[in-house]
């Protein structure tokens, strides 16, 4: 059969396409899987009896002896990193996008000069630009185990963060380490002692070349309302009637910036700003006499949400080394049905004009 090829400059007509796939399809008759496969695996396609067979006898062992070499890895394909013509949906820039709870046990500092390992769940994000199809997911896992090994610190978050910014080509970055930090705490009035678990998050932000290091604690207290405890005590004094102010199990979240010129700001010191401010937190071991005295307690402070607001707003503005900050209290009410909330903000930082809607429901307690 003689084959006349036509100048690279001529473009064929139907005729002359129908004849050469004709002439390739009696060729793929007779011709094996694999010698199709090597030709084009598209040719299999041509033959309807044979659309499936696209690819030669597969080797079905797994191959424990075979070593991905330099030479063999920059064959792999790489669609999440290809052109923008790959991209999907607007051509807009993507401000976060990363990874989430991805965990790994982190070494913290104590304020008494001792090490804590702790289970911490990572979310790290950079910014996408507009004309990028995506970044490599692994590489955010691969930055923080870098550093992982290191005693904690926000120095860490840096490095780890520096390499975000170098690996993934992006021009901002974020990480967030959350984990529960335990607190070995007296009853009391029995004497006993026990383990309280505050959930912390550190948050270290690079935008636009700016950073802020941020610290958030979940604070769970008592919170008596004030008003149920007069109504109680005029139906006891004018009517002689036994009645229960209502007190219900409370959550504040603080947020914090942290001055990085300034001395470091333990997490205990943080602790302690929240209880000087609300004194009602819950208990860890409790006879009765602690009971008792948890009573007495929420009986001298009862408080509305817009009092833990406030309450908490002044012990952050006692601390120099705290800048802007943010507190959300939700008090989960034991009258209603429904919660108590407030928030307050100083400072630019946190300020906004809208509120995820699923805020409010993040501040419970756990157990």
Sequence with gaps: ???HMRGVDETPDRTEAEAALETLRQWAATATQTEIAQLDPAVARL????AVQNYPDLSRNYPEDFVADEGYRATLPDLQNGPSSLIRGANEQIQHVGISNFRL?????TRDNGDLTLETSVTGTVSLEADKKGINMSRIMRSFYKHAEKTFSFEVIEAALEDYLSDLGSMDARIQMRFSFPVKIDSLRSGLSGYQYYDIALELVDRDGVRNKIVHLDYVYSSTCPCSLELSEHARQSRGQLATPHSQRSVARLSVQIDPEAPCL????LIDHCRRAVPTETQV???REDEQ?????NAANPIFVEDAARLFCE????????????VVASHQESLHSH???SVLTQGPLFAETSLDPGLFSTLIHRG
């Design 1 to 3: 059969m003689n084959i």
């Design 47 to 50: 033959l309807p009896e044979r």
């Design 105 to 109: 046990p982190i070494r913290f500092h």
């Design 266 to 269: 333990w997490f205990e010191d």
């Design 285 to 287: 071991m409790v006879k």
């Design 293 to 297: 005295a948890f009573a007495e307690l």
């Design 315 to 326: 012990a952050l503005q006692s601390d120099p080394r705290i800048g802007d900050f943010r």
């Design 339 to 341: 919660d108590a909330v």
